[in-house]
């Protein structure tokens, strides 16, 4: 069946570096792909997305590419900052496993950024 | 901006009691849905509604569940038997159509439920 994968985490960084979150996933279909992000005592947000191969998502700084050859959609952003501390949950929706509401999700990395 | 509202935010309960989770949705959506995640494990979807009636539930939605839209604006889950194994993170979410690219779900900020 479809699932996704994430790094596990605690990512523990300081600001300004460099980050990667790592995601890949398996589906039977042509799935999208999303980032989704939960601040500390908030809901979940959509970050980006991307419904094709070699799509690229990007929002607030953060990027993600679609590669279907490696099955990947990792999440990169070039200089964190303290006020990205959050937990990023990988997901794909797939309309052979139901459709777009039905989200699966990987089991979410913890990022925390110090100053 | 609108945002999906969901209450309690913490609800403990014993085993065997029935519990009633509770949402707002956004106003203009038509389509809510619960999913729940056991600490330190994936978000999973549990159930869609649609036009009063449930679109699509997973093989973890039984009998012990069920949902209802009583009245114009909340959106609730129901679970009738409480089980140690149903404590959880539980969010709910809305669309504005059936959620694509283009109509994302908006997710609440969750109800911790344990049961003792």
């Known amino acids: 069946g479809n699932s996704v994968t994430q790094m596990e985490g605690p990512v523990t960084l300081s600001e300004e570096a460099f980050l990667t979150i790592n995601c890949t996933y398996t589906a039977t279909g042509y799935p999208s792909l999303f980032w989704y992000v939960q601040y500390p005592g908030e809901g979940l947000q959509l970050l980006l997305k991307?419904?094709?191969?070699?799509d690229k998502g990007s929002n607030k700084g953060f990027e993600a590419t679609y590669r279907k050859e490696t099955t990947s959609f990792h999440l990169e952003k070039g200089s964190v900052q303290v006020s990205d501390s959050a937990v990023y949950f990988c997901a794909l929706s797939d309309r052979e496993s139901g459709g777009y509401n039905k989200l699966i999700f990987g089991a979410g990395t913890r990022l925390a950024v110090h100053p | 901006e609108p945002e999906v509202t969901q209450t309690p935010s913490h609800q403990v309960t014993q085993m065997g009691q029935e519990v009633i989770l509770r949402c707002v949705p956004i106003?203009?959506?038509?389509?809510f849905y619960w999913y729940r995640q056991i600490l330190g494990q994936k978000v999973e979807f549990l159930v869609s509604?649609?036009?009063?009636?449930?679109?699509?539930k997973s093989e973890i939605f039984d009998d012990q569940f069920s949902v209802e839209r009583p009245d114009g604006s909340n959106f609730t889950l129901k679970i009738r038997s409480t089980k140690l194994e149903d404590s959880a993170m539980y969010f709910c979410?809305?669309?504005?159509?059936?959620?694509?690219?283009?109509?994302?779900?908006?997710f609440g900020n969750g109800t911790r439920l344990t049961v003792t």
């Open positions: 979410a809305s669309s504005e159509r059936k959620a694509n690219y283009n109509s994302p779900l908006h």
């Open positions: 106003s203009n959506h038509l389509y």
């Open positions: 991307a419904t094709k191969a070699d």
């Open positions: 509604f649609y036009n009063n009636e449930i679109s699509e």
